[in-house]
Every structure is written in structure tokens, then in C-alpha cells.
């Protein structure tokens, strides 16, 4: 009988290399910066949004 080129333990050890590669990836992505809109822009987005919800629930 033979044996198969990979066998299920194998694939499992793949796929998770692979996912913690992908990971590792998005780290050192977010680490190097660049992003479009800065972090306190979308903290003040989400500040205005949550005080116009409040404003709206307290105002009925």
C-alpha cells in the first residue's frame, strides 16, 4: 500500500503556517504606518456618531 504525499497533520500544520504567516504580514503592515485616515479621525468619527445617537434618544 502506498503512502500519501501528505497526509492530514501535514495539511493542518500548512494551513496553519500559512494563517500565522498571514498574520505576521498584517503586523509588520499596520507597524510600518501609511494608513489613509488617521486613527484620532476615526475616533472623532466615532465620537460624533455616538453623540448624535444620544442627542436623538434623549431629545424624544
Do not use: C, F, K, S
Amino acid at each position: 500500500m502506498e503512502q500519501p504525499e501528505r497526509t492530514v497533520a501535514d495539511v493542518y500544520r500548512g494551513r496553519i503556517e500559512r494563517r500565522r504567516e498571514r498574520i505576521r504580514a498584517e503586523i509588520r503592515r499596520n507597524r510600518e504606518g501609511g494608513h489613509r485616515v488617521p486613527t484620532w479621525v476615526l475616533a472623532g468619527v466615532l465620537a460624533l456618531l455616538l453623540a448624535g445617537w444620544v442627542y436623538l434618544i434623549a431629545t424624544r
